[in-house]
């Protein structure tokens, strides 16, 4: 799925109003399908294709299965000057958190710092949307959320962790914020699945077959084997460290427990998430976003040509003047399930 | 420098003892040579050797050039209910954070969450020691240290960061706390110095030359060239994360900002050290230590032998017992620094 078989261009609106219209019949809140939206819509505006309208099936699925509640309104509360507590309620992890955000906002700017953590809650999408809006109001954030078991620990042959993304945004001077956004497994589900069905080979070291030997074969880590952590016994520890954090100080289910074999064509996962806000120039005498700027700065003298997030601006920028690229097909598929009323 | 070599055993309470007194002889403050004292004894006793005794010499080089200031004594100040800055007053980290643990343990346990951002400080240990304490009082942590320039982003050929190590504590129902620390360089310094010293190649990846070419000669990373980030672009954005916490945020200096051509024998660095605690149960109808253990009972049997710190564990239940092996050499080495007077 690249741009090049984009036909005609879409508004970042009219895809946003055409994703609300499809969240919106198969069963979704209109408070949440507006949520749902303008993350999918961002996904696609950005480029980050396998979290965009490449995931409507998907939402479309686990809603139809009954598996995610559309219409869930989050419970949140507040133990002390640092931390939040959020029921998900079973329903997706934007709304939960966008209910969560000015208190969040406004216990960063009084305590310095502030922890929220959300259970019960299905996050299938990017992480970097959730932390954008952060840093553009000056705050460092760190995010990480659990999800269905396909990673297998090291040495290992049974899945115990999700793709356990992990991300992180810092405000910038002068510029968009700096966002990494990365999945602790060695590839994301969407691209295990798109080499798959490409007929792709997949770099030694990707995953496992189901007696724990690494193979090069997609379909054979997808059915009954195990992707690996990236980056061996560092990857690995960074993978159970999302794991514990978004599953168990949330106190939602681990990535292992989730269950969802009774609800046929269900794909999001039942974890949690939590997110770190800190505010980094309280009680500083220097302007943090200044000083990450002369560090990015470096970053580019000393050979790197690219930083995290620069690939999604571009994209962005080129969304922004010309349209969202969508292919006929695509266009007809979502117009499609737009219009199809819940059976 | 393998445990092999020993040819005695020394209590922890007489290895504390000689390093106090080489520490005081240094110039060091008797309360943080007892700081100092303990933390290099802990990773010595754990077979965290590169930490351990092994790094007097770099100590010492640092004190006697007049680089770090041993008596320094470190400012404490509160930024709101959930926000520590100390400034280490150019003297080391464990000094600084010690002097505001126990603030931080009462602000994690009323706010629910507690950031410290420290700068100005040398670390020049393993971070596992900062903080087991927390995790053995119930609290998750997580804590980040910047270091001295030796490690170029991907595609570079400058280095920009340190080996800037990540650590997360995490407590464990019925067991030691399980703690993961790791460099987010290939290698840690320490190692590839091992490696050089002993003639050994590296494995490809780990650094480049100073045309920014993959090498396998440590030598060559060591003299101009740089080593790389783990696990490619994702250990590269977690070794940019820890530059901004660890010096943008504490208002310390960047990696590439420490200059220690004026003080030759210095081997320490003057950057920075960010500690996050986290109550884990704070507002939660669950018990975050039993969840936890659950989860490394699956990592156990999904295959993996070996969790972060079961090898320190173990290391330490020996040297307990039996005393921690020392050799001749070392001990040698030690008395002659203890009773030698500064210049």
């Known amino acids: 799925m690249t741009h090049t078989e984009a036909t005609s261009r879409i508004s970042f609106e009219k895809l946003v109003t055409v994703l609300e219209q499809i969240f919106a019949k198969h069963g979704v809140s209109s408070v949440n399908a507006r949520v749902l939206a303008v993350n999918c819509a961002t996904c696609e505006r950005d480029g980050s294709l396998s979290h965009g309208i490449f995931r409507i099936p998907g939402y479309v699925g686990s809603l139809k299965s009954g598996w995610v509640d559309g219409c869930a309104v989050p419970v949140v509360r507040e133990f002390g000057p640092a931390f939040i507590r959020v029921d998900a309620m079973n329903g997706f992890a934007q709304p939960a958190l966008k209910a969560a955000m000015p208190r969040v906002i406004e216990m960063a700017m009084t305590s310095g710092a502030a922890v929220v953590a959300i259970k019960d809650s299905h996050h299938f999408s990017a992480l970097w949307p959730d932390l954008e809006p952060l840093a553009k109001a000056g705050f460092v954030a760190l995010s990480m959320v659990s999800g269905l078991a396909c990673v297998a620990p090291p040495g290992g042959t049974v899945p115990v962790f999700g793709t356990n993304p992990i991300a992180f945004a810092t405000p910038v001077a002068g510029r968009l914020p700096l966002i990494f956004d ?162």
Request: glycine content about 12%; hydrophobic content about 35%; proline content about 4%.
């Open 182 to 343: 990365y999945a602790t497994s060695t590839m994301s589900n969407g691209d295990l699945q798109l080499a798959a069905r490409a007929g792709e080979h997949v770099e030694i070291g990707t995953g496992v077959d189901k007696e724990g030997k690494l193979t090069t074969e997609p379909n054979v880590i997808l059915l009954g084997g195990a992707m690996l952590p990236f980056g061996g016994h560092k990857g690995a520890a960074t993978a159970l460290m999302v794991e514990i954090m978004a599953s168990a100080l949330t106190g939602g289910q681990f990535s292992s427990e989730v269950d969802i074999s009774a609800h046929p064509g269900a794909e999001t996962s039942k974890t949690g998430q939590v997110l770190i806000v800190i505010d980094p120039n309280r009680g500083g005498n220097f302007k943090f976003a200044d000083r990450v700027k002369t560090l990015t700065q470096s970053l580019r003298i000393a050979g790197q040509s690219r930083l995290p997030s620069d690939r999604r601006y571009a994209t962005r920028a080129l969304s922004d003047k010309s349209g969202i690229p969508i292919s006929a097909e695509q266009l007809r598929e979502l117009t499609s399930l737009a219009s199809t009323d819940i059976p």
